[in-house]
């Protein structure tokens, strides 16, 4: 955990990353939604889960993010995650 999120995150050349790989739930949705929230926030967001999030994306959706698919192995699932225009 860093600076009391759950997960790691670290910023990259392609966005905001967030692992929450290994963490038991609610920890990955509290973790991506504290991102979203942060004041001056940009994106994307690359979110590193385990599993499909099913939960997360009508918490996405109700605060206007949108969400793809991004390339993952079969031990993971990428989300990319942007601000609806």
């Not at 860093?2 to 920890?27: E, F, M, N, V, Y």
């Not at 991102?35 to 939960?55: E, K, L, S, V």
Request: charged share 20%; proline share 12%; glycine share 10%.
């Amino acid at each position: 955990m860093s600076g009391g999120i759950p997960g790691k995150h670290w910023q990259a050349a392609d966005g905001l990353h967030i692992d929450t790989r290994g963490l038991p739930p609610p920890d990955p949705l509290i973790a991506v939604l504290w991102h979203i929230t942060q004041p001056g926030q940009t994106d994307p967001i690359i979110a590193h889960f385990d599993r499909d999030p099913i939960h997360l994306f009508p918490e996405l959706a109700g605060r206007g993010w949108l969400h793809e698919y991004g390339p993952s192995d079969k031990d993971e699932v990428q989300l990319i995650l942007r601000r609806s225009q």
